[in-house]
Each structure stands twice: as structure tokens, then as C-alpha cells.
């Protein structure tokens, strides 16, 4: 089992470099072979993965077709790796930008837009409103500023849902409707192997 430490830093480190995960990124599964995250999907740029590999911290199960060479190796780049040592998922769900978008779907909760998104809380600060996710909502501009520092009755506004705290189940959920954009074949029997079945 990995420290307190080890655990933070596996679950940081695959949201670290964005711009590395466009060329064959890892899939990265807990020891029970579940992703690590759906929000954002676990992902590992292709060099942090060999070097997992290279420390037995992982185990390849799926590799993509490219290779990359060292001076005495070739090597093919992993494409689903599996922890050998589990990693507690999270008990709460961060209150990051990405993960308030997320629970409200990227669209504005006041009109329903999608795209050119921001945040508003729905309790100014400005009249003593908080920084929470029982008071801030995804809002496109246009609506944000017509709201402005008013409350909602008096902006002649509503919400189109209540905000408050999403479980990590619920993320889960939504995470999975909202994959990336990229989605190698490799990955698909570890992304939905436990939703439920139509009947």
C-alpha cells in the first residue's frame, strides 16, 4: 500500500502535463483495474509510463503498435498500464474549475449554453456569499453579466438546478459521458466494464 504522499502524487501527477497526453498517453488503472480517475481520465503521458514501468511500479497490459528506441532497447509504448499497489480513491471531490464544470455539465446553469464558460456565485461575494460548491454554478458571460453582483431575485434569474456537493460516485457518472477526446481502442474494456447493462 502506498503512503499518504505516494497516493497524492499518483493521483496529481497524470493531470500534470496536458500537452504531452496528445501523443499516446496511457491508460492508468488502480491494482483492481479501474481507471484511477474519470474526471479527468487517469492519463499518463507516454514517457511517465515507461518510466513506471522502469521503477515496477506498474504492469503493461496493452501496448500501441509505435515503438521508441534507447541506445540498446526498443521498446512499444504502453497503452493501458495497472498499478501494482492499490491506491484509496478519494473520499470527496476536489473544488477545482474543471470539476464544478464537470457537476454542471459544461452549460450555464441560468440559460443553458454550452461553451464560453465561467463561474458565478449565485450569493454575491460582495453580500457575503462563499467560495463553495453550494454557491458557485457554471454561467456563460453573457448571463454573468447581466446577474452581475445582484442576488437571483432581484436579476429576475433561476437556477436551473440547486447546486450543492457531488459525491465521487455522481462525478463518475457524469465523467464517463464526457470522455476525452481521444479515445484509443485498447481502453475500452477498462473504461465500462462496470456500468450497468440495459436490460
Known amino acids: 500500500m502506498l503512503d499518504e504522499h505516494h497516493q497524492t502524487e499518483f493521483r496529481t501527477q497524470f493531470v500534470r502535463e496536458p500537452a504531452a497526453l496528445r501523443h499516446h498517453p496511457a491508460l492508468v488503472l488502480?491494482?483492481?483495474y479501474r481507471p484511477l480517475s474519470y474526471y479527468p481520465l487517469s492519463l499518463w503521458p507516454?514517457?511517465?509510463a515507461i518510466k513506471a514501468v522502469f521503477l515496477d511500479r506498474v504492469t503493461i497490459i496493452a501496448e500501441y503498435d509505435?515503438?521508441?528506441r534507447?541506445?540498446?532497447?526498443?521498446f512499444r509504448i504502453p497503452s493501458v498500464v495497472v498499478l501494482k499497489d492499490?491506491?484509496?480513491?478519494q473520499k470527496r471531490v476536489a473544488f477545482t474549475r474543471f470539476n464544478l464544470f464537470l457537476r454542471d455539465e459544461f452549460c450555464c446553469q441560468y440559460c443553458g449554453a454550452k461553451g464560453d464558460l465561467t463561474f458565478d456565485h449565485v450569493v454575491p461575494r460582495s453580500r457575503g456569499?462563499?467560495?463553495s460548491w453550494e454557491n458557485v454554478v457554471a454561467a456563460c458571460s453573457p448571463c454573468n453579466l447581466r446577474k452581475a453582483n445582484r442576488s437571483l431575485r432581484h436579476s429576475g434569474m433561476s437556477l436551473r438546478r440547486k447546486p450543492r456537493q457531488p459525491s465521487p460516485e455522481e462525478m463518475h457518472a457524469v465523467g464517463r459521458r464526457f470522455p476525452p477526446n481521444?479515445?484509443?481502442d485498447s481502453w475500452m474494456d477498462y473504461l465500462y466494464w462496470d456500468a450497468e447493462l440495459d436490460s
Open 182 to 184: 481521444h479515445l484509443h
Open 70 to 74: 534507447s541506445q540498446r532497447q526498443v
Open 46 to 48: 507516454w514517457q511517465e
Open 129 to 131: 456569499g462563499v467560495t
Open 30 to 32: 488502480n491494482a483492481d
Open 86 to 89: 492499490y491506491v484509496k480513491p
Open 66 to 68: 509505435e515503438v521508441v
